[in-house]
């Protein structure tokens, strides 16, 4: 899906073709620019194997989440209300951003299927790529705007 590599893309402007597995969890830093705050994000990439107790507690403390799938494999755009409901059963609802990751390959999965799963969800969908940058610092602009709403 390329969680890892939206994070580095995000966090350290970096992009890698190697393919990164990520186990149990890394922790990111990235500060963001939201005009009257600056918001400092603690970014958790967690794996993204079939939920397990370890999820629960990486989920803990949450403010918010990227719901990623991958543009190029239906497969992963079916599991995302599996996620979301797994997230939402320790935390609470709290704000998303699905992410829609691959733009720069052939896509697979269309801009409808997206909005409809996003509109289920109540959410909107950001449209990104790792690799060339695209929508990236957008999606997490998007969930840090979205988490400083519910604050309020």
Same mark, same amino acid.
């Given at each position: ?7 580095? &893309? ?51 403390? %949450? ?14 755009? &079916?599991?995302?209300?599996?996620? &979301? ?6 935390? @609470? ?21 997206? %909005?409809?799963?996003? @509109? ?9 790529? %790792? ?13 840090? &705007? ?7």
């Amino acid at each position: 899906m390329g969680k890892t590599s939206l994070v580095r &893309r995000c966090v350290l402007d970096m992009f890698s073709d190697e393919y990164i597995k990520t186990f149990g969890t890394k922790v990111s830093k990235k500060v963001i620019d939201l005009g009257e705050v600056e918001l400092t994000l603690m970014i958790w990439d967690v794996l993204g194997q079939k939920a397990s107790t370890l999820h629960e507690a990486y989920y803990k403390g %949450a403010y918010g989440a990227l719901l990623v799938c991958d543009l190029t494999r239906e497969e992963t755009v &079916r599991s995302l209300e599996r996620w &979301r409901d797994d997230l939402f059963q320790v935390i @609470g609802e709290k704000p998303l951003v699905l992410v829609a990751n691959k733009s720069d390959l052939e896509r697979v999965v269309k801009e409808d299927v997206l %909005a409809e799963v996003a @509109g289920s969800f109540g959410v909107d969908f950001t449209i990104t790529s %790792a690799k060339s940058g695209d929508g990236v610092d957008e999606a997490f602009l998007e969930l840090g &705007r979205k988490i400083m709403e519910e604050s309020d």
